[in-house]
């Protein structure tokens, strides 16, 4: 979907969505300790604004200006960033902590997304990657349906060359009556 299919979807939703990965966000950062943040495809802001309420400086980039008008009214102290995440290059090695949460592009550009957002992990930072996954099709579970947009642990983790993988795995919500099917995936880049 391009921007003013995304634009509709945001204006029809709230700051606080049903399938916010906060959870698995909580789960995943709890021993890393507040520095800098940068959070690429962060729609209305709920995992930049939680990052941000804990100590975090956090920087939210989103090409919906609709999106990022909302995250505006939720978190004044993220700076927030209107582009497309195909073009956004971040800054190298300027982030402790990445987040790729629920951005799905075909594989090419899902690739060079990925290696952007490697490139801005400082030494000793992490990326957290969670998306849905393919075996979420046919689980009545919402998320796209194009097979090649879909995450699989593997797939991820092979996309993020030269860092260290912690986890790479299938996870499970429920989203209404379905259980969804979804890929973490954490790495760190290690210091040399």
Known sequence: MEREAWNRRWEERTHHCAD???DVLAAEVAGLPPGRALDLGCGAGRAAVWL??????????DFSDVAISIAREHGPDVDWVLA??????????GFDLVLVLFV??????????????AAALT???????LGHDLTNIGTGAPGP?????????????AELAGLAVDRAERVTRRAGEATAVDTL???RRVAS
Not at 52 to 61: H, I, K, P, Q
Not at 84 to 93: A, G, H, I, N
Not at 145 to 157: F, I, K, M, N, Q
Request: no cysteine; net charge negative; glycine share 8%.
């Open 52 to 61: 941000a309420e804990r100590g975090w400086s956090v920087t939210g980039v």
């Open 123 to 129: 030494p000793d930072g992490t990326i957290v990657v």
């Open 104 to 117: 799905h592009l075909p594989p090419g550009e899902r690739r060079t997304l990925l290696t952007r957002a």
């Open 185 to 187: 995936v954490v790495a």
């Open 20 to 22: 916010d990965p906060v």
């Open 145 to 157: 349906s194009a097979p090649e947009v879909l995450h699989t642990p593997d797939g991820v983790a």
């Open 84 to 93: 497309d995440l195909r073009e956004y290059d971040p800054e190298p090695e």
